[in-house]
């Protein structure tokens, strides 16, 4: 998927694909569209092909049309960039290859253990990583704990993920009152406790509900976005005494108002389940708010921006009162999150930092190079 459709994995999509423009010729994305029919669009001088899709279950695509696009482009010296897992391109490239420098974004491993998954993952990955030139995971905790990856160590750079600081920054002006207006009773010392993103299988959305339910009344929940798991986690706060009463739900927020949100919170919490989570951009973002964060230990990027007792709390995953003892220590010792620590953790991940690393891992798998004066126009 890709912009204008919202998630973590289309925004470094995007990212990657416009950090291209100075040094190739032209910068390509081949995506899969919503429908079945092909469109093709520019998109800020990025040539956007959207492929039709034949079958559709979210977060997979297929098109009987990807392998022609695909092949169309093989040429030594082009530069492609997957984002993994995807399904269809590692599924190419069981059988096949193509012709270029070729590089894996390597987002998460596939956490699915029922038979399709592990037979993907026997046959279909490995094959998949052997043809990646190089391939780019966005923590060193992912290398270690990643059942795939220990043996292309020779090919793996570390590159995190990013947040855009100078548009995430803690914004007094905020979203507290609005998000406040729609409870259903009077709150005295209202503690809000935000999640933004998808409402997905391995996002925990359930345990975030469970430790709601544990917490003191005035405690409220924010959540923001939707997906799959949306009318589960909403018949879920309606099967609780009181709880809809102190539960927000909003669709997706337009980004350029997303600092508000996160600067409206008290905890912003990620509790995701699984290695399907491999980092929670999220998560900085809040951080560069200022916001203290807590996120579960899955051996990913999940415990590697978030620092334990510093930038927040990390909490093993599916355990509601883990979590919810968490959000108490947050909001019962507010002077022990320093704001200014936070986001200074969160600068570690600029998007500046984001592009040199890109641009740099392009030029020397290239031997393209922009001139100095070309890299201060950047």
């Known amino acids: 998927m890709f912009y204008p459709e919202i998630g973590g994995v289309e925004v470094v999509a995007k990212k990657i694909a416009e950090i291209g423009l100075p040094l190739f010729d032209r910068s390509i994305v081949l995506t899969f569209n919503r429908e079945n029919k092909i469109v093709e669009e520019n998109i800020g001088g990025l040539e956007v092909i959207r492929i039709n899709s034949i079958l559709r279950k979210d977060p997979i695509r297929l098109s009987n049309n990807f392998s022609k696009y695909l092949k169309k482009f093989s ?29 894996c ?12 998954g592990k037979i993907y993952k026997k046959f279909v990955v490995g094959k998949f990583l052997s043809k990646m030139n190089k391939i780019i995971v966005t923590s060193p905790n992912i290398i270690e704990t990643s059942l795939f990856l220990k043996q292309y160590r020779n090919k793996i ?53 469970k430790s709601l339910s544990l917490l003191p009344s005035n405690y409220i929940g924010v959540l923001i976005g939707n997906g799959p798991k ?22 997706h927020v337009p980004y350029d108002d997303l600092p508000k949100y996160y600067s409206a919170a008290d905890v912003f919490v990620l509790p995701s389940t699984d290695r399907g989570e491999a980092f929670g951009l999220v998560a900085i973002e809040a951080m560069a708010c200022g916001i203290p964060v807590i996120t579960t230990e899955l051996g990913t990027g999940t415990s590697y921006h ?5 930038t927040g709390r990390v909490v093993p995953p599916k355990d509601d009162k883990a979590l919810t003892n968490a959000i108490l220590d947050i909001t019962e010792s507010p002077t022990k999150f320093d704001k200014t620590v936070i986001r200074k953790r969160a600068e570690e991940f600029s998007l500046k930092t984001f592009e040199r690393r890109i641009l740099n891992l392009f030029q020397d798998l290239t031997n393209k190079r922009l001139s100095n004066e070309e890299l201060k126009n950047l």
């Open 306 to 310: 978030n620092i334990d007792n510093i």
């Open 157 to 209: 750079i570390v590159i995190p993920s990013f947040v855009d600081t100078e548009h995430f920054y803690f914004r007094h002006e905020n979203k507290r009152e609005y998000l406040l207006s729609f409870l259903k009773m009077n709150i005295s010392d209202p503690k809000i406790i935000m999640y933004i993103g998808r409402f997905g299988r391995y996002k925990g959305l359930n345990y975030f509900v």
């Open 105 to 116: 974004f390597y987002h998460s491993d596939i956490a699915s253990n029922s038979l399709i």
């Open 75 to 103: 040429d030594e010296n082009n530069t492609f960039v997957f984002h993994f897992p995807s399904a269809q391109p590692e599924l190419f490239f069981r059988f096949r290859n193509i012709k270029g420098h070729k590089i």
């Open 230 to 251: 949306e009318e589960e986690i909403k018949s879920m706060v309606s099967s609780k005494n009181g709880l809809q009463k102190r539960v927000v739900f909003l669709d």
